[in-house]
Each structure stands twice: as structure tokens, then as C-alpha cells.
């Protein structure tokens, strides 16, 4: 039985300074019984084949909720009116990952109910489901849905609102309260960094001294990328060299021990309140389980379209 069984509301949505804006519980029980459980067989095959694919998912989740909101626009490809969506900035490409899994779980749920389940919908339940498997099952919790696909899709909006892996501690907390996450879910959510990969250049210029990070850490580092990293020179590392293909709390203790890659992680040591945070997530296991499921559904309600602004694709890669 997983340990984290995470039931949420409307209600307990608003408490979290969250807006349902029509989400709700068992959303699809009479409009297609089925989804959720057809998501979680694509979702859990993937994983069980890749685990990087359900750390890009869960990572796909929070890109697409900080732009535009939780509106699946970043899964909108380029086309000769819009040649420059949300999947070509550059916080995206070519590094993000997991499309093809939403396509087979939209493909999937299309045979049973066609055009009922947003890919919106199916993003938030596809993190929901990454988490679950990635963490043994330890990270349970059910989700409102209701969300409704965006029409708006641009490259440079990624930019604006994705915080790069550079960003100080102040300029992290600004990115995630225009958005209406506060101080606890920016460290609870920075805990996905104990699953994934990066590219050697989003952390290279903290290899050589003067530096923060583990000396013996970045020497290994040195080892595996090159000086100078570019688009065609850009190896990929783990991002937790403990237990890179578990979401848990590791994460924590790496950055109390500095054996983590970003500016952005070492920045949640540089105040106490944040540091604190940091130490009692490391601490305990299941206190930051449950913080991130809720983190979690907290975040998946940001800014969601509504019949009124959004409709239902036929397909997640285009607009009807």
C-alpha cells in the first residue's frame, strides 16, 4: 500500500491559495470512466522501460503549468503560423522530453472517448502517475481535473517564466509567487532534481574553483563534459549521483552535502529559512512525500483555461 495517499478538494485547493476554476474529484467518472487507469498502464510501461521518461514528464508538467498555465501549450508543434511554440524555447529544446508518451496515452484515451479528455488533463495525471511509479509508490495522490486545452503557444514566453538553473534564491522565489507558489513549495518541488538528467552546460561554470559544489564531485563532473559545452558538444549527467532513477529525499541531503549541479540548488542554502526547509525534507522521507504531492496538485491548478479560453484537441500536437 503506497504511503502517501494525498485526497484533495476544491476546497483544500483554495486553502492553498490555489483556484479550482471548475477542476474537481472523479472529473471523468461518468465522462470516461476509464481514463485515469488507461494513462496510468501508458504512463507506468514508459517509466518501467525508461526512468528518464518519467523524470522528463514531471518536468514537462511544471514547463507547461509556468507558461501560459497548465494548458498542455507546451506539447503544440510549429506550423507556418506559429513557427515558434513553446517546445522550441530554450528552456525546452532539446532537453525536454516524454511527448510521445502523451500522444500514446491521448491515442489511447481517444478509442474509448473521443474528444472528452484534455491533454491538459492528461499531462497532470501523467506527472501524477511518473511520481508514483519513480517513487515505488510512495508518492499516491489524486488529482482534480477539469482543465481545458490552450490555443496559445510561444517560444519566448519560456524564457520569461521558466527560471533557469543560474537564478539566485530571491530571483526563484519572485519566479514561483507569479504564479502563486510560495517559499515551501519552491523548496518541496526542487526535490524532482533527485530523478533526470542535464546537460553539462546548465552547470559548467560552477566546475572550476571558485566553486561551491563538492571538489570531488565537480572532478568527476570534469571528466564527463567538455570545457566548453555547445549545441553539437553537450553531454548529459544524473542530476542525484546517489539514486538518480528514485524520487525520494535525496535530493536534500545532496544539497546539504553541496553534491548537487545548479546555482538554483545551492542557492537554497543561502538563507536559513530556505536552508532549514532543505534540512527537514532531508530528514524525513515521508514528510517530503507528502509535501510534494500536494506541491504537486497545488501547482497543476496555475492559471487553467476554462470552454470559455480553451477547448478539447483531437490531437495535443495541434490546435482544432
Known amino acids: 500500500m503506497a504511503r502517501v495517499a494525498i485526497w484533495t478538494s476544491c476546497v483544500l485547493l483554495m486553502v492553498m491559495a490555489a483556484t479550482c476554476q471548475g477542476l474537481s474529484l472523479g472529473y471523468y467518472n461518468r465522462k470516461c470512466p476509464h481514463a485515469e487507469y488507461v494513462v496510468r498502464d501508458v504512463v507506468g510501461k514508459a517509466v518501467n522501460s525508461n526512468p528518464g521518461i518519467g523524470a522528463g514528464i514531471i518536468r514537462m508538467a511544471f514547463h507547461d503549468c509556468f507558461v501560459q498555465g497548465c494548458d498542455a501549450s507546451v506539447l503544440l508543434d510549429p506550423t507556418p503560423a506559429n513557427p515558434q511554440p513553446e517546445k522550441l524555447g530554450p528552456p525546452n529544446f532539446p532537453s525536454l522530453r516524454g511527448f510521445e508518451v502523451i500522444d500514446d496515452a491521448k491515442a489511447a484515451v481517444e478509442d474509448l472517448c473521443p474528444g472528452v479528455v484534455s491533454c491538459a488533463d492528461i499531462i497532470a495525471f501523467a506527472a501524477r502517475d511518473a511520481s508514483f511509479f519513480l517513487s515505488n509508490s510512495k508518492i499516491d495522490y489524486k488529482i482534480p481535473a477539469g482543465r481545458f486545452d490552450g490555443r496559445v503557444s510561444l517560444a519566448n514566453e519560456t ?162
Open 159 to 320: 524564457l520569461a517564466f521558466l527560471p533557469p538553473p543560474s537564478f539566485n534564491l530571491s530571483q526563484l522565489i519572485g519566479s514561483f509567487q507569479v504564479k502563486g507558489l510560495d517559499v515551501d513549495d519552491l523548496v518541496v518541488l526542487s526535490g524532482a532534481h533527485t530523478i533526470g538528467r542535464s546537460h553539462c552546460s546548465s552547470f559548467s561554470d560552477r566546475l572550476s574553483p571558485p566553486s561551491d559544489m563538492d571538489p570531488a564531485l565537480a572532478t568527476v563532473l570534469r571528466s564527463q563534459c567538455p570545457a566548453n559545452p555547445n549545441f553539437t558538444n553537450d553531454p548529459t549527467v544524473v542530476q542525484d549521483v546517489v539514486t538518480p532513477d528514485t524520487l525520494d529525499n535525496q535530493y536534500y541531503k545532496n544539497v546539504l552535502k553541496k553534491l548537487v549541479l545548479f546555482k538554483s540548488d545551492a542557492a537554497l542554502l543561502s538563507s536559513s529559512t530556505t536552508a532549514t526547509k532543505v534540512a527537514k525534507n532531508a530528514l524525513s522521507a515521508l514528510t517530503w512525500e507528502r509535501k510534494f504531492a500536494r506541491a504537486m496538485v497545488k501547482m497543476a491548478a496555475i492559471e487553467v483555461k476554462t470552454a470559455a479560453n480553451g477547448e478539447i484537441r483531437k490531437l495535443c500536437r495541434v490546435v482544432n
